[in-house]
C-alpha cells in the first residue's frame, strides 16, 4: 500500500505565490524525509530534506515543515517562479530504499 | 562529473522477450538503487546494492525481475518474458554510501513492451 500520501496531485500559483504541498505518512520508522524535483525527461533531483529532530528547515525559497506527532511534512515554495514548474515528490525512508509519495504536478504561471 | 548514466534512453519490445537495462553510477558510489516510475503506481522501490550484494530485493515485483552489479560499479536490471504492465520508465541512482545520503537519479530507461 502507499506508504506517504501527498497532495495535492496539482497545483496551479501565480508567479510569485506560495506553493504549498502536503504528505503523510504512517511508518514510525521512518526517519529521513527528501522532497524531489523532476522536469519533463529527467530523473528525480533531490530539492531539501529534513530528519525528524527538527520542525523546518530552510533553504532559500524552499522550506519543509514537519510535524513528528501529527506525521505530517509539506514543502512551502515561496515566491514561485515559472521555472519551478515540475513535478514534486515527497520521500520518506527509514534507511536506504525511498518511499516516494504519488506526486505533486505544480504548475507557475507568469 | 559525471552523474548516473543509464542505457538505452528508450527500450521498445515484444510481449515475451527478456530486456536488460544498464545503470552506470557515479564513480565511488557504493550504493545503488533501481526504482520503478509508472502512471498507475508512482515511483517504486525495486532494489538495492552495496558493492557488488544486494541485501534488498524485496521490491521486485516477481521472478522475471532480476539485477546483478559487477565491479562494485555497472548494474543491470534483467526483465524476462516481458508483459505489457512492466512497461514503466526505470530509474538508477546511486549515493555514496548508503544509510539517508542524497541518492542521485540517472534520467532513466522508457520501457515500451508492445
Known amino acids: 500500500q502507499q506508504q506517504v500520501k501527498q497532495s495535492p496531485q496539482s497545483l496551479i500559483v501565480q508567479k510569485g505565490g506560495i506553493s504549498i504541498i502536503n504528505c503523510a505518512y504512517e511508518?514510525?520508522?521512518?526517519?529521513?524525509f527528501p522532497w524531489y524535483q523532476q522536469f519533463p525527461g529527467k530523473g528525480p533531483a533531490l530539492l531539501i530534506a529534513?530528519?525528524?529532530?527538527?520542525s523546518e528547515k530552510k533553504e532559500g525559497r524552499f522550506t519543509i515543515s514537519f510535524n513528528k506527532s501529527a506525521k505530517q511534512f509539506s514543502l512551502h515554495i515561496m515566491d514561485s517562479q515559472p521555472g519551478d514548474s515540475a513535478t514534486y515528490f515527497c520521500?520518506?525512508?527509514?534507511?536506504?530504499?525511498?518511499?516516494f509519495g504519488k506526486g505533486t504536478s505544480l504548475l507557475v504561471t507568469p | 562529473g559525471a552523474g548516473v548514466s543509464q542505457s538505452p534512453s528508450n527500450k521498445v519490445t515484444e510481449k515475451g522477450k527478456d530486456v536488460e537495462l544498464r545503470c552506470d553510477p557515479i564513480?565511488?558510489?557504493?550504493?545503488l538503487y533501481w526504482y520503478r516510475q509508472s502512471l498507475g503506481q508512482g515511483l517504486e522501490f525495486l532494489i538495492y546494492?552495496?558493492?557488488?550484494?544486494?541485501?534488498?530485493k524485496s521490491g521486485l515485483p516477481s521472478d522475471r525481475f532480476s539485477a546483478e552489479r559487477t565491479g562494485g560499479s555497472v548494474s543491470t536490471l534483467t526483465i524476462q518474458r516481458t508483459q505489457q504492465e512492466d512497461s514503466a520508465v526505470y530509474l538508477c541512482?546511486?549515493?555514496?554510501?548508503?544509510?539517508?545520503?542524497?541518492?542521485?537519479f540517472g534520467p532513466g530507461t522508457r520501457l515500451l513492451v508492445l
Open positions: 564513480s565511488g558510489h557504493t550504493a
Open positions: 520521500a520518506a525512508s527509514p534507511g536506504y530504499a525511498l518511499n
Open positions: 511508518n514510525t520508522a521512518f526517519d529521513y
Open positions: 546494492f552495496q558493492g557488488n550484494s544486494a541485501p534488498d
Open positions: 529534513i530528519r525528524p529532530d527538527v
Open positions: 541512482a546511486s549515493s555514496p554510501q548508503a544509510v539517508q545520503e542524497t541518492q542521485y
